[in-house]
């Protein structure tokens, strides 16, 4: 079984400050991470992903993701924020050697305050 | 390409009345999907087909909600009769082989239904 959580309904931080949007997962093999950005009135965008190597992945928008395999974690981050970052992040897992239908978390929505 | 193209963009409706969504995927993907999206419950994967063929129906919610994929580029998502609780967004996305395996989706803009 394949699970994702993302603890955090809402995610407040100002323009410049570093934001940090967490998840955890739980796969019984090795995962496949992945992050979605939603802007409003809109369908997902693929963000970034992490498939193996380099626990530390750069995707789009300068954000970038930290996989934590002792912590079972994949937060995004970004050094510093945007007011057009505001959005609604999804985290999704799939268990590498499982089907390829990946499980999304619920959503975090980000707010960037001017 | 367009994308992922759903029809229509906003849906208002009366409980009891029947209601068709449409997708269109991007062209040669030949992994089409169904997702809901509430406040409460988050993005649920309702269905998928693969080839037009669905493969995975374990998340329609209950036998008013069908969905059918007669040729590889429409797929229809059916709620009949319709009820204030199925007021969401319904989104489509698509994908292929290549791309699934990092998955990689693509999603339409989505359609937001109201049931009142």
């Known amino acids: 079984a394949q699970s994702v959580a993302q603890p955090e309904d809402q995610v407040n931080v100002a323009e410049g400050n570093p934001l940090t949007v967490k998840c955890t997962y739980s796969?019984?093999?090795?995962?496949?991470l992945f992050w979605y950005v939603q802007y409003p009135n809109r369908g997902l965008q693929f963000l970034l992903k992490?498939?193996?190597?380099?626990?530390l992945v750069k995707g789009s928008y300068g954000f970038e993701a930290e996989f934590n395999k002792s912590q079972t974690s994949f937060h995004l981050k970004k050094p510093s924020a945007l007011v057009s970052d505001s959005a609604l992040y999804f985290c999704?897992?799939?268990?590498?050697?499982?089907?390829?239908?990946?499980?999304f978390g619920r959503g975090t929505s980000l707010i960037v305050h001017p | 390409d367009a994308g992922v193209i759903q029809s229509p963009r906003h849906e208002v409706t009366e409980m009891g009345q029947e209601v068709t969504l449409r997708c269109k995927p991007i062209?040669?993907?030949?992994?089409l999907f169904w997702y809901r999206q509430t406040m409460m419950r988050g993005l649920e994967l309702l269905i998928y087909?693969?080839?037009?063929?669905?493969?995975?129906d374990s998340g329609m919610p209950e036998d008013r909600f069908s969905a059918k994929m007669p040729n590889a580029s429409f797929s229809t998502l059916k709620i009949q009769p319709s009820e204030p609780r199925d007021s969401a967004v319904y989104f489509c996305?698509?994908?292929?082989?290549?791309?699934?395996?990092?998955?990689?989706?693509?999603f339409g803009p989505g359609t937001r239904l109201t049931v009142l």
């Open positions: 996305a698509s994908s292929d082989v290549d791309l699934l395996y990092y998955n990689e989706q693509f």
């Open positions: 796969v019984s093999g090795n995962p496949y």
């Open positions: 992490y498939i193996t190597g380099d626990n």
């Open positions: 999704a897992v799939r268990d590498r050697g499982g089907s390829y239908i990946p499980t």
């Open positions: 062209s040669g993907h030949d992994y």
């Open positions: 087909f693969n080839n037009n063929v669905p493969i995975d």
